[in-house]
């Protein structure tokens, strides 16, 4: 499975790692497999919320990225964490991307959405009422 995907450095920011299509992924496919690493005492910008608890999955899972408009959704596996499954036809070179909203309550380590997609929501947690702004 290791072969769908290649981690490089992040193309579009230039700033962290991504996880990219190695070659052509099937809609359906699973394209990760991950694995718990440990369960974390609150969220933080890389854990993912499983069942109420706060997990550290391993490498690459962890690097995948935010999209509004993503290609993978994610699924619980066998090993308390999670598969992440194609959406859709993924072509070799597009960057690997789920949307942190449909597994987080709520997302911690960025407020403003750059993902570039026409679906772009703009700004996480968008459903919780904004009380700073006039
Ligand atoms: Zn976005």
Do not use: W
């Not at 490089?8 to 920011?13: C, I, R």
């Not at 929501?121 to 968008?126: L, Q, T, V």
């Amino acid at each position: 499975m290791k072969e769908l995907i290649k981690v490089e450095s992040h193309g579009v920011s230039g700033v962290g790692r991504a996880v990219y299509a190695a070659k052509d992924i099937s809609k359906n496919e699973t394209v990760i497999r991950s694995r718990q690493l440990k369960i974390l005492p609150h969220r933080d910008k890389f854990s993912l919320e499983l069942k109420g608890k706060h997990i550290l999955i391993d490498q690459p899972g962890v690097l995948v990225n935010h999209s509004c408009q993503p290609n993978c959704y994610l699924v619980a596996n066998q090993y308390n964490a999670y598969d992440f499954i194609a959406l859709k036809e993924i072509s070799a070179g597009e960057e690997i991307t789920f949307d942190y909203e449909t597994i987080e309550s709520q997302v911690v380590g960025f407020n403003q959405c750059h993902c570039g997609s026409d679906l772009c929501r703009g700004a996480m947690n968008s459903q919780i009422p904004n009380l700073i702004e006039a």
